[in-house]
């Protein structure tokens, strides 16, 4: 348990410590997790193999990977793990300091589509459905996917052209104040 | 019943369909809704991917503004009632947290189905049918935020709850057992990942199918929205025409219940459920 307080990874990512590196440590590599996991097919890392990296401290190889992204938080590993262990616990931890660290990754449109849906709700309290879509395609470039789908919905009336101002807006921005993406 | 009422910010966009069934359902059941006020986002599936203290802090301002108002508070969208029930239990753990928002948990946060699975609202809704599902093949998908993570939702079986199964069986539809009840539908990844979003979902569209229901139900906007508006590119990468309406377990209560408005929330679907309803004459 001590030493695994002191674990120093190689970067910018510190290992799993205290609560989260004592749960971990549980894991017996029974695989249960990644035989469950939807989208195992498409990682490069399985989640017991995310869980041992993240024992031993190697977290760079997780902050690498595509699997960092591609973990839908969907839960089903934690549900099933013997040990009470939630990969999605262990990935949190390490996308939080990626994304603080502004690290650059693999898959970057899935931190780029959180990052925006957060400022959305800084700026207004409430997340703005459309002014989100908006922004993302922005940064990402993609302009012309779900182009059709996303006037259909409009017409459908299901997006509103202007947002909602809640009075709540500003404890919403105090509360950004206490976080990495002031 | 008086509760305080969390919509969240989907229920006031692209869901309102879920909204409004949802307190239509709730009133014809004697339940009064009183919005929260000045409520603010929960954070929902992104908070948590990218800082702590925002996947925390953000609900927990919720959860003070509600217990002020002494009256538990239920959160229709599976999503903020997570994250609501999350931050609970966090501010339990954390002392720091705490001092942030003191929220004592003197209330109680309630999911939609929690709610109307209540034995009392149970028997009260079965006893207020008037038109009864009859013929109606549905397949109740939960999804992953409806059980998972089990040890903040504590369901009753996370790998196979029964209480949309048994209030569908309480409007009287033909409930049909299948395997994907609980397989994520990739709604996390929608606009991020799309090409592996409609794998995973055609998977779950292919079993309704196999087993022949007429409509998927669920009380998840993710899911809904995920599944409704993604069978027209499954359609055209598959060759084969997807058309089955994933509907909310609100919009059929409002049906059983012979709410007439019920038509004007499945203009909202991409692939509308009218035609299928009208077909077993339910609307």
Known sequence: ?182 | MELSYYPGCTLTGSAQELNESFTNAASALGITLKELPDWTCCGASSAHMVDAYLESALPARDLLLAEELARDVVAPCAACHLRLKAAAHRIGEDEALRRDFPFKGEIKVLSGLELFHRDELRAALKSKVVKPLEGLRVVPYYGCLAVRPPEILQPADPENPMEMDRLLEALGAEVLDWPYKTDCCGGSLALTRTDLVLKLSRKLLDMALMVDADVMVTFCPMCQANLDTRQEDISRETGHAYQIPIVYLTELMGVALGNPQARSWFGKHLVSPERILASKGLI
């Not at chain 1, 193999?49 to 902050?63: F, K």
């Not at chain 1, 997006?159 to 909602?164: A, N, R, S, Y």
Request: charged share 20%.
């Open chain 1, 1 to 182: 348990m001590e030493q695994s307080n002191m674990r120093a990874s190689s970067g910018k990512v510190t290992a799993p410590a205290g609560e989260l590196a004592s749960v971990i440590n549980g894991c017996y590599q029974c695989g249960k997790c990644s035989a469950g996991c939807p989208v195992a097919s498409e990682m490069d890392l399985l989640p017991h193999q995310m869980v041992r990296l993240g024992v031993l401290g190697d977290v760079e190889r997780i902050v690498s990977s595509q699997s960092i992204w591609l973990c839908l938080t969907c839960h089903t590993c934690g549900a099933r793990c013997p040990n009470g262990i939630d990969v999605p616990a262990l990935l949190d931890h390490i996308r939080h300091q990626v994304v603080a660290g502004k690290i650059e990754t693999q898959q970057p449109q899935v931190p780029a589509f959180h990052t925006t849906f957060m400022q959305n709700v800084r700026r207004f309290g409430r997340v703005h459905e459309l002014s989100l879509v908006g922004m993302y395609k922005m940064k990402t470039k993609t302009w012309f996917a779900d182009m059709k789908l996303g006037l259909e919905m409009f017409r459908k009336g299901k997006m509103h052209i202007m947002p909602k101002f809640p009075f709540g807006n500003n404890a919403v921005k105090e509360i950004f104040k206490k976080s990495s993406l002031k």
